[in-house]
């Protein structure tokens, strides 16, 4: 048997460290992770591997980075585009990892639950990706704030592109468009900014949480 070089050894204990099967596990009706909190971010979250159809437990801040890298929020967008993204990613998937927030369909055939899946119909993911140091400083701008409209957590939606370029002018309170977003960034608005923009205006706030020691 070849001898795997000390690199090779690192690696594949890093990548067998990263991917945990989640087991079939007694989640209550309307939960999956079941995260309780709206101030303090999951500290796991459940990922189905449409390909394989496996589930899988990450890290939620190496999940939201991952998520970034693979083609949600590219590198190459303004900075302030990218920590707007990078929160709306992150709160996406906060949002479904929340009690009582689980849809119940998803579940593979074996009963096992998880949270999100790996492709368009929730956030791309690639176990892979490797975020760049431009995606990983932009998320932590806001990694501790969420977002509030009239007082709710909402699920913040994005979408690639738009029928306007324009700043604003697509806006639906749902939904971040990538394409008029980033014209924001480019006339000089901040990630909050962009966020309070297209989740509702004066009626969005911002959140920081209660660190539990």
């Known amino acids: 048997m070849r001898r795997l070089a000390m690199g090779g050894i690192a690696a ?3 990548f067998t460290s990263l991917l945990s099967v989640a087991p079939p596990s007694p989640a209550a ?5 079941g995260w309780e909190s709206r101030r303090n971010p999951p500290t796991t979250i459940r990922v189905l591997m449409t390909k394989s159809g496996r589930v899988v437990t990450l890290p939620f ?3 939201v980075a991952k998520v970034m890298a693979s083609g949600e929020w590219p590198s190459r967008l303004p900075q302030a585009m990218l920590v707007a993204g990078g929160f709306a990613a992150k709160q996406y998937a906060w949002y479904y ?3 009582d927030h689980h849809r119940s369909w998803y579940r593979t055939a074996s009963g ?3 949270d999100v899946r790996n492709d368009t119909r929730d956030q791309l993911f690639f176990l892979g990706a490797d975020p760049t140091r431009r995606q990983r400083a932009a998320l932590a701008r806001l990694w501790t704030t969420s977002l509030r409209r009239s007082g709710r957590f909402i699920l913040t939606g994005y979408r690639a592109a738009s029928f306007s370029g324009l700043c604003g002018r697509d806006a639906d309170g749902w939904h ?3 394409r008029s977003a980033t014209h924001c ?6 990630g909050k900014q962009i966020l309070r923009k297209y989740y ?8 920081r949480p209660r660190w539990v020691s």
Do not use: K, P
């Open 200 to 207: 509702g205006g004066w009626r969005v706030h911002f959140v």
């Open 61 to 63: 801040r190496q999940y």
């Open 29 to 33: 009706a309307g939960s999956c992770t």
């Open 112 to 114: 096992v639950c998880y």
């Open 12 to 14: 594949l204990i890093a």
């Open 185 to 190: 960034a480019r006339l000089s608005l901040s």
């Open 97 to 99: 990892t929340l009690q």
């Open 176 to 178: 971040l468009f990538e």
